[in-house]
């Protein structure tokens, strides 16, 4: 049984094809065409799908995937068995949802804060016994460094590719990459040292965008033996929630 997920994000859309557990096929798109998506139901045969996506213009995706499957809407009251404390379930991210559930089934036990560097950076805890709180919501490295030219007067654009190195900031455009590049390795070890006094044993899932500039940057950090990049947890936990509905009506 083949189950096709997209994550529709701000930037980019990811798509996979998963059998059982196993990702048979993943890509990252820019846009998503239904035809295109009908090419891959039939080539693998597809039988269920699920789309977790932060945009409103996922319509038509949803519409050609319940014409050829057997489409799993996903929300935030779906539940695979997570104790679910956060306060306004309208308002928290499917994205960020579906890590909490792909947490909880990957590894389960273990307390897991999930750091998704995307668009924005987020920051998710799912403790131990199976308790989710929330987390936190932070800019991410594209938007601090637009932020810094749009709301000033004089400070450039500059461009950023990932690039590993963090310059030393000798003039206006290496202090801008040093200060945001620098700034968010600080806070994000800032927050798993704070999780880390509350949590024991605390695994650190790694994804998003970005995940290869932090995973460069804290690969000879204390933190290091804790970190696990894992690129595809949204997608994880899509296909989990349609195992879980077979499961329910089985």
């Known amino acids: 049984?083949?189950?096709?997920?997209?994550?529709?994000?701000?930037?980019?859309?990811?798509?996979?094809?998963?059998?059982g557990k196993t990702l048979v096929n993943f890509q990252i798109l820019k846009d998503i065409v239904p035809a295109d998506l009908n090419d891959i139901i039939k080539r693998y045969a597809v039988s269920?799908?699920?789309?977790?996506?932060?945009?409103?213009?996922?319509?038509?995706?949803i519409e050609a995937l319940k014409s050829s499957t057997n489409y799993i809407p996903f929300s935030t009251s779906v539940n695979t068995g997570i104790k679910n404390h956060y306060e306004t379930l309208e308002t928290l991210g499917l994205d960020r949802w579906a890590k909490v559930i792909a947490a909880n089934s990957y590894y389960r036990g273990k307390s897991c804060l999930m750091i998704d560097a995307g668009t924005c950076i987020t920051y998710d805890l799912l403790n131990s016994d199976s308790e989710y709180h929330g987390g936190s919501i932070s800019p991410g490295i594209d938007m601090r460094f637009k932020a810094l030219h749009l709301f000033?007067?004089?400070?450039?654009?500059?461009?950023?590719?990932?690039?590993?190195?963090?310059?030393?900031?000798?003039?206006?455009?290496?202090?801008?990459?040093?200060?945001?590049?620098?700034?968010?390795?600080?806070?994000?070890?800032?927050?798993?040292?704070?999780?880390?006094?509350?949590?024991?044993?605390?695994?650190?899932?790694?994804?998003?965008?970005?995940?290869?500039f932090l995973l460069e940057q804290l690969k000879n950090s204390i933190f290091a033996p804790q970190i696990i990049h894992d690129p595809y947890l949204v997608l994880k936990g899509l296909n989990e929630v349609i195992a879980f509905e077979y499961v329910q009506k089985n």
């Open 152 to 212: 000033t007067g004089r400070l450039p654009m500059v461009d950023y590719n990932n690039e590993a190195e963090i310059p030393k900031g000798t003039n206006t455009s290496s202090a801008i990459k040093n200060g945001v590049l620098q700034g968010v390795i600080n806070e994000v070890e800032g927050f798993i040292s704070a999780y880390n006094k509350e949590n024991k044993g605390l695994t650190v899932l790694l994804t998003g965008g970005s995940a290869s």
């Open 48 to 61: 269920s799908s699920s789309v977790s996506s932060v945009s409103e213009d996922s319509e038509e995706v």
């Open 1 to 19: 049984m083949h189950n096709l997920v997209i994550d529709i994000g701000n930037t980019n859309s990811k798509l996979a094809v998963f059998d």
